[in-house]
Each structure stands twice: as structure tokens, then as C-alpha cells.
């Protein structure tokens, strides 16, 4: 049962009900924290709950609101629903303002969020055409009213710092002792509680410190989600040992390049990878004291020859806490996660112990407010840092539980939910779009969830997706493995990064030459309200910015000088514009972004326009070059559930002319036989690139919009000849 009332109104508005004057208590509700049911609402004989309302008097207010527009009421699942109209929202707001705590929360949030004027409403310049808008706001600031002792924690963060003394360990450690018996990790059919969890990274612990490793040691892991990878990862932030976290989807020579960055004696391997470790064990050049230690699935596997029996020597390996853990300091590197970047080979990224507890404070509880008896449900792989911050750290900070599967299944993910009666889960945006691409189900909202948290959910489904799986709380952000601050929607808003309350900038940037544009005195320029323009971390000290292994690379995503001589950004290589009182939407990666007709094209909101139309699974927006032509056209590669035969393309380019300027229509089409993706479930480019719209690389069928046509026709070889040949004005 969800506990808006009484708990989460202001005791000012709560009084009403006692005076059976339940209008203001109901418009507050649907417009602070949204849609909610009836049964929410009323008393309920079997279950009472101080302060809900007696439901003759409720169905009597609600009618009332219902004739004057100011509420909607509607059915689903047999259960009634009530949701905001503007107008109620009008009237709410109004209201608001009367009372005495409205200019304190104004007042307390816009110094917090250092807001001023020129922060507000921004006219939208997007595809999308979203805005935030002042009513939005406020009422996203008395969403968190009800819980400002969990939100305003700066003096939290004041005790956590590169040289102070504190780890990923000590927290497990004390939730070992807080939360000693209840539940900590879930796995399958596996329960471990926080004593159970504390006492087998204890036992990995003991025995990496019994093989004589040194701090800053690298061990490369090589596992997927299971629960032994989180008991070395909380070992290795106990003896200051560092788990190089390997990506389970590389193979061959990206496998090679990442175990072969560090130095390394110790291996671990999982049973299910060990395959795709022995194609490359021969280039790793091991020696006699190199030691590769083998992690069963079960106690009946084999253990493969020159491999240790891992499983068999930890079950007998010291409990207790390691002494190390009380000297590990904010600045130790744990693990490292991989990230490709922009560009190149992967780059191992530092993951130190202030980047997770400071996610412990700002997901935990600034973002998610995770309670004790809340499960968390986390499906993407725990080398990504999406999993590790915004999933296990957030569940670390009031000892909630984790629920961890092997891998993401579309097939499996609400049956795991509901399995493990999970009340979170955190997401990519791929994992949204393979949900919502699934045929509606009776028992979509048969769930226990409430919030999700993570990143990519796109604006052109946002609502759509939390209407249907009944998600109220969708906690978006933006960052960067490597980056210590992010974008965050704290509010609860629509269609939004959220905000940074770290120093940052947006700066105008030139597409074509592929550079940030700087001004005759040589500075960066600030981009205008609601333009896109490339965001900008300001380091302030060293470990704003994580750094990489590589410091070649570590120093390509510094710029310098950007508005004063001797300051320095960390380059993100990612667009983003501001959409009102300093809450962001992430735009596009640069690299994806193309230029055509003298026009900046965003493949994110393109990508976003496609993949609405009902016939598309899953698509993929990059520009090719067409002979005679200036900058790139777009071309598509889609995933259909039609047959190209069977698609109906009338349709298709009805929905992009109603959505989409001319310049950012697709001229291309490519249909995929297959769809390929990668550990994060995003379909991968390059090669998509390469072959671009050349018929004679690709078996998949080709169409193309031609100038001043109507319709996409199939590309033939005689027009692919024209084409190259420059028959065709585009």
C-alpha cells in the first residue's frame, strides 16, 4: 500500500481532512506525487490508517473535482484510478502560495540549487518541444518536503573525502552489525543476509591478504553477475587490492587488450566464461607464478587443468573483518570499470572508495531514500558503474536488499520481480524499450515497484512507460564512470536529466570541425537558454575526474583554459541542453551527431521519433555521405517485427513528418536480419557506418526516400549506381 497519506503531506494541508474538506488533500496528492488509486485514498475497514479519508465523503469531493475539470478519473485492471487535470494543478498551485511553508521550501531550494531568474522557463528548442515548467517545479520541491532530513545532507558529505578514512568495506562492515539478520543479497535461491554477506568478502579478503598481495595490486575478475563477484569486489575494498572488473561480452583482441593493461599474478575465472578466457590465454604470456583461479557454478564441475579450485579454498578462509579495512582512505582505487569512451580501446576507469560512498549518500538517499525492508532488483552486468552506484551502493545506505540476476531477460525481468517482490531496479534505456516493446500483459502493473533509477529512458515513452507498468518514481540522471558529480532528477520530473549541483557549463560547439567554439579572447562561449551546446565538468581538485590507467588518455578528456587561464573541464563528449530551472535532457553523443541541410541532426531524438512507430523493435540513426553533397544524410537501420514487405512505410513517414523537421528525415533504411547488441543492450554503429547505404556489402534490404519524393522505394543497384554517380540532387 502506498503511504502518500498521511505521511508525505504537510501537516498544514493534512488538517483538512479532520474538517472533511478533502479537495485540497486530493489535488495535492495527484499533482506532487501523481496518479493514485482509490484505494489509496479511502479507509480501508480491514487494514485502518490514521488520517485516510472515509470513502462516501471521498467519492462525494471527487465528483465535485471531476465537474469542475480538475481531476480525471478512469479504470485499469478493474482497479479506479485518479489522476491531475491542468486546471487542478492551476488551483493546487494557488493554494500553495497561501500558505506559510511555501516560501520557506521556495526559498530553502532555490538557494540549494543556486536558481536564479534566468534559470526558469526556458522556451523548448527541441524535438521533443519539452519544458519544465514553474508549477512542475514547485510541486517537485514538496515531493520532497515530507523527507528534507534524507535530502539536504551536505554536512553527510562534509565527513567523506579523498584523505579521509573510509571505504566501500566499513559500510558493509556496519550494516553487518545494524542489519546483521536481515536480508542483504538475493541470487537465484540464494539469501544471504548482511552478517552472511559481510563474512564471505571476508573469506575472499583473508585469502587474497594470505597470498601476500600488496595495496594497489591489480587482480583481474572475470565473472558475470553472481554473488561471488560482489564478495571480491567488497574484499578488494577491504585490503586495497583492485579488481579489474573485465567486460564478459569482450572477446579476442578487445579480451586480450584489457588483461593485458595491468600487471597482474592472480586471475579469476569464471566457469562460464572460461571459454572465451583460453582463445587468448596464450597471448597473456603467463609464468609459473601466475595463478588462475577457477570459480565453479556448481560442486560438481570439473576443474580445468592449471586452474585452482577457488570455491573449495575460500570455504575454509577466515570470517572475521581484515584489520586493513579501518586504513583503507577515500582516495583508494577498489576496482576498475571498463569504459570505452569516444573512441578506441577500452580504457579501465579508477572506481575509488569517496566515488562510492558519496554514491551511497546521493543515490541512498539524496535520489532514492531506500529504506530497510525495500529490494532492489539489479539486471545489468556489475562491471558497469550504472549497477555498483546507482544499484548495490544506493541499497548499502539504509542495508535494503539486493536482488541480483545473472543477466538481463526480457522473458524473465517481471517474473524476477515479482519472485524477489522487488521495489526498485535500476535501468538503461535499452532495457525500458525491450520492456515496452513487449505485447501489453494483464499483469504489467502486478508488481511491488515503485521507483527505478538509471539512465537513457527516452522522452518520447517516459509517461507512456510509467502509466503502464505503474511506476511512480523514475529517478533519470546523467554521468560518467570516470566522473565524481552528475545530472540527477531528485524532483521526480518528466523527461529529464534532473540537475547538477556540481560546477559545470554547456558551451557552444562546432559540429563539423568537431571542436568546441572559443571567442576572439580565446575562451569558451556559454551556450544561449535552451541551446545545445557540450557539457563540461569543472576539476576541482584530482579526483573530480577518476582518470584512467592510460594517462594519455586521462589527459585527452582534460581541456584547458576554458574561461580563465589555468582552469580545467573534464570533456565529456556528450550534448545535453537546459529545459528550465537548471534541469537538463541529454541530447546526443558527439560522433553521432551529424550536420545536414546547414542543420545540427540529433540520432538520439530521431532514434527517439522511430522507435514509437508501433512496427519497430529497436532502431539505429548515423549520417552517410552521399556524393556532390555537403555534411551526411541520415540513414536508419531498423529492427521490424513486419516483414519489409509487409511494413507499411505510409505510415512510418507519416509519423516522422509529423515529428521530425525535413532535414531530419532518414533518407535511408536499412532492415536488419538480425539484431546484435552490445553488454549494455545498444546496437553497435560502426560497422553500421561502414557500410553505410552500399547494397553490395550487406544482404539486408535497403530503401530510400529520394529527392522530392513521397515514399521510400527499394534501393536498387541501378539507383545505388545513380546515387554514387551524383544522377540524384539531394
Known amino acids: 500500500m502506498i503511504d502518500t497519506i498521511p505521511d508525505k503531506i504537510p501537516k498544514q494541508i493534512l488538517k483538512n481532512i479532520k474538517k472533511e474538506q478533502y479537495d485540497k488533500v486530493i489535488l495535492f496528492t495527484l499533482a506532487v506525487f501523481g496518479t493514485h488509486k482509490l484505494k489509496e485514498f479511502v ?98 520541491l514538496f515531493s520532497l518536503y515530507w523527507r528534507l532530513d534524507t535530502f539536504l545532507i551536505a554536512k553527510e558529505f562534509e565527513k567523506i573525502g579523498p584523505d579521509i578514512k573510509g571505504s566501500l568495506g566499513m559500510c558493509l562492515e556496519r550494516n553487518a552489525i545494524i542489519y546483521a539478520n536481515n536480508k542483504a543479497l538475493l541470487f537465484e535461491d540464494q539469501v544471504y543476509t548482511h552478517k552472511e554477506l559481510n563474512e564471505w568478502i571476508n573469506r575472499y579478503a583473508n585469502f587474497f591478504l594470505s597470498l601476500g598481495v600488496t595495496k594497489g595490486e591489480v587482480i583481474n575478475v572475470f565473472l558475470e553477475n553472481r554473488p561471488d563477484l560482489m564478495f571480491i569486489m567488497g574484499a578488494m575494498s577491504k585490503i586495497g587490492t583492485i579488481g579489474s572488473l573485465i567486460n564478459t561480452r569482450q572477446r579476442s583482441a578487445t579480451l586480450r587488450h584489457s588483461l593485458k593493461l595491468n600487471e597482474v599474478r592472480f586471475y579469476v575465472i569464471g566457469e562460464e566464461l572460461i571459454d572465451a578466457f583460453e582463445e587468448v590465454k596464450e597471448d597473456l604470456e603467463l609464468t609459473e607464478e601466475d595463478k588462475l583461479y577457477f570459480l565453479k557454478e556448481n560442486d560438481e564441475s570439473d576443474i580445468p587443468e592449471g586452474y585452482i579450485d577457488l570455491k573449495e579454498i575460500i570455504k575454509h578462509q577466515d570470517i572475521k573483518n581484515p584489520s586493513t579495512t579501518k586504513e583503507m582512505f577515500g582516495r583508494d582505487t577498489y576496482v576498475f570499470i571498463f569504459t570505452s569512451g569516444t573512441t578506441g580501446l577500452p580504457k579501465a576507469a579508477h572506481i575509488r572508495n569517496v566515488h562510492t560512498l558519496g554514491a551511497i549518500l546521493g543515490w541512498g538517499k539524496m535520489a532514492l531514500n531506500l529504506k530497510t525492508d525495500d529490494i532492489y532488483y539489479i539486471s545489468l552486468p556489475m562491471y558497469h558503474s550504472n549497477p555498483l552506484h546507482i544499484g548495490w551502493s544506493a541499497a548499502i545506505a539504509n542495508g535494503s536488499a539486493v536482488a541480483l540476476a545473472r543477466r538481463f531477460s526480457v522473458t524473465n525481468f517481471w517474473k524476477d520481480i515479482v519472485k524477489y517482490k522487488a521495489t526498485c531496479f535500476n535501468y538503461i534505456g535499452e532495457i525500458c524499450r525491450y520492456l515496452y516493446n513487449q505485447p501489453p500483459n494483464p499483469n504489467d502493473r502486478k508488481h511491488t515497484v515503485t521507483k527505478i533509477a538509471g539512465n537513457g529512458l527516452r522522452p518520447e515513452m517516459w509517461k507512456e512507460f510509467k502509466e503502464r507498468f505503474g511506476i511512480r518514481e523514475v529517478i533519470e540522471h546523467y554521468g560518467m564512470t570516470e566522473m565524481r558529480g552528475m545530472f540527477c532528477n531528485y524532483l521526480n520530473l518528466d523527461c529529464t536529466i534532473g540537475i547538477c549541483l556540481s560546477p559545470h557549463t554547456i558551451v557552444k560547439y562546432d559540429i563539423v570541425n568537431d571542436e568546441p567554439i572559443r571567442g576572439e579572447d580565446g575562451f569558451l562561449q556559454s551556450v544561449e537558454e535552451g541551446e545545445v551546446g557540450l557539457f563540461l565538468m569543472e576539476i576541482q581538485d584530482p579526483y573530480t575526474f577518476a582518470g584512467y590507467t592510460n594517462k594519455a588518455a586521462s589527459k585527452q578528456k582534460i581541456l584547458e583554459d576554458g574561461f580563465e587561464e589555468g582552469d580545467m573541464w573534464l570533456y565529456s563528449g556528450d550534448l545535453i541542453r537546459y529545459i528550465g530551472y537548471q ?74 513528418n509529423g515529428n521530425l523537421p525535413k532535414y531530419a528525415i532518414p533518407h535511408f533504411i536499412r532492415f536488419l536480419s538480425e539484431l546484435s547488441t552490445t553488454a549494455t543492450h545498444k546496437i553497435p554503429k560502426s560497422n553500421m557506418k561502414k557500410i553505410g547505404f552500399d547494397i553490395t556489402n550487406t544482404d539486408d534490404p535497403m530503401y530510400v526516400l529520394l529527392p522530392k519524393s513521397l515514399e521510400y522505394i527499394p534501393l536498387t543497384e541501378k539507383i545505388y549506381s545513380d546515387i554514387i554517380n551524383e544522377k540524384y540532387r539531394f
Open 583 to 656: 534541469h537538463a535532457q541529454f541530447v546526443d553523443r558527439l560522433g553521432d551527431t551529424f550536420r545536414w541541410k546547414g542543420e545540427n541532426v540529433s540520432t538520439s531524438e530521431v532514434e527517439d521519433v522511430i522507435s514509437s512507430y508501433e512496427e519497430v523493435d529497436h532502431s539505429s540513426v548515423f549520417g552517410v555521405q552521399i556524393p556532390g553533397t555537403e555534411g551526411r544524410a541520415g540513414m536508419t537501420s531498423i529492427y521490424s517485427n513486419r516483414k519489409p514487405d509487409e511494413f507499411d512505410f505510409n505510415g512510418f513517414l507519416k509519423v516522422l
Open 43 to 140: 479507509n480501508d475497514p480491514k487494514n485502518s490508517i490514521k488520517n485516510r479519508m472515509d470513502e462516501i465523503l471521498f467519492l462525494k469531493w471527487a465528483d465535485q473535482l471531476k465537474e469542475m475539470q480538475y481531476i480525471e478519473e478512469y479504470e485499469l485492471d478493474d482497479e479506479v484510478y485518479y489522476r491531475i487535470m491542468s486546471q487542478g494543478e492551476d488551483e493546487i498551485l494557488k493554494y500553495l502560495k497561501s500558505l506559510k511553508i511555501f516560501k520557506m521550501i521556495e526559498n530553502v531550494f532555490i538557494e540549494y540549487f543556486e536558481l536564479t531568474e534566468k534559470n526558469k522557463e526556458i522556451p523548448s528548442k527541441s524535438i521533443s518541444s519539452y519544458t519544465i515548467y514553474y508549477k512542475d517545479f514547485i510541486f517537485g
